[in-house]
């Protein structure tokens, strides 16, 4: 399929999982992730009427953000982890931020700029046993989002992310999220948005609650070989 095809063929499997259980697709945001495709990938994407697009990497959000300057309604996600030394960068370039998951990362985005409008941000969660992994461990994730609440008035916490761990049931894991989501808005009650699901697993995101879906493959195709 092109990339019509595969975007249309998405869109109506996102319409079909959130009808089969209840939900209306209207409330849902498809962000398209371009990682190490080209910035002409996302020109093509918004003629289609893409409007939300994720990078995982600051050096490729600045780089396709500076070159497409004139796309009209293109909200930039970064859902990668964050290396606090990026933050500023990180900060400049985006709409959205996925991956806040510790204090002093939220401090360093928040010093980035801190008279801006608000970033909206998503808390994430670390649903492994791994430490090494990003995230805020659940029983963490309430203290965290007061802290971002409350010490950083340039950031918004909408809400929490995660990834699906391998080998664990994707329902079972984002129905983790969905309580670690519920931990925050006991903080910030209307920190209602939930960023989880990729290619392989946004239906069960959808079922558990999700609000932000993030798709790469099975909308782009392959991502192109890196040297």
Same mark, same amino acid.
């Given at each position: 399929?092109?990339?019509?095809?595969? &975007?249309?063929?998405?869109?109506?499997?996102?319409?079909?999982?959130?009808?089969?259980?209840?939900?209306?697709?209207?409330?849902?945001?498809?962000?398209?992730? +371009?990682?190490?495709?080209?910035?002409?990938?996302? +020109? %093509? &994407?918004?003629?289609?009427?893409?409007?939300?697009?994720?990078?995982? %990497?600051?050096?490729?959000? +600045?780089?396709?953000?500076?070159?497409?300057?004139?796309?009209?309604?293109?909200?930039?996600?970064?859902?990668?982890?964050?290396?606090?030394?990026?933050?500023?960068?990180?900060?400049?370039?985006?709409?959205?931020?996925?991956? *806040?998951?510790?204090?002093?990362?939220?401090?360093?985005?928040?010093?980035?700029?801190?008279?801006?409008?608000?970033?909206?941000?998503? &808390?994430?969660?670390?649903?492994?046993?791994?430490?090494?992994?990003?995230?805020?461990?659940?029983?963490?994730?309430?203290?965290?989002?007061?802290?971002?609440?409350?010490?950083?008035?340039?950031?918004?916490? %909408?809400?929490?992310?995660?990834?699906?761990?391998?080998?664990?049931?994707?329902?079972? !894991?984002? !129905?983790? &999220?969905?309580?670690?989501?519920?931990?925050?808005?006991?903080? *910030?009650?209307?920190?209602?948005?939930?960023? !989880?699901?990729?290619?392989?697993?946004?239906?069960?995101?959808?079922?558990?609650?999700?609000?932000?879906?993030?798709?790469?493959?099975?909308? +782009?195709?392959?991502?192109? *070989?890196?040297?």
């Amino acid at each position: 399929m092109d990339l019509h095809a595969r &975007l249309a063929d998405l869109d109506a499997r996102i319409f079909d999982a959130a009808r089969s259980v209840g939900r209306d697709p209207l409330e849902l945001t498809r962000i398209v992730v +371009t990682k190490f495709h080209p910035a002409e990938l996302i +020109t %093509r &994407l918004h003629e289609l009427g893409v409007r939300d697009v994720g990078e995982s %990497r600051q050096q490729e959000l +600045t780089a396709k953000r500076d070159e497409l300057p004139n796309l009209d309604g293109v909200q930039w996600h970064f859902v990668g982890q964050i290396q606090t030394k990026k933050a500023r960068a990180i900060r400049a370039a985006s709409d959205c931020v996925h991956s *806040v998951d510790r204090d002093r990362l939220a401090d360093a985005l928040h010093a980035a700029d801190p008279d801006a409008p608000p970033l909206d941000v998503f &808390l994430q969660v670390n649903l492994t046993d791994d430490p090494g992994r990003g995230g805020a461990v659940p029983a963490d994730v309430s203290a965290l989002a007061e802290h971002v609440a409350f010490s950083c008035a340039s950031l918004r916490v %909408r809400g929490v992310m995660a990834v699906a761990p391998l080998g664990v049931e994707p329902a079972d !894991a984002f !129905a983790r &999220l969905a309580e670690a989501g519920a931990s925050v808005r006991r903080v *910030v009650p209307d920190a209602t948005w939930m960023s !989880a699901g990729m290619s392989g697993d946004f239906a069960e995101a959808i079922a558990a609650g999700a609000t932000h879906l993030r798709i790469g493959s099975a909308i +782009t195709g392959p991502r192109p *070989v890196r040297d």
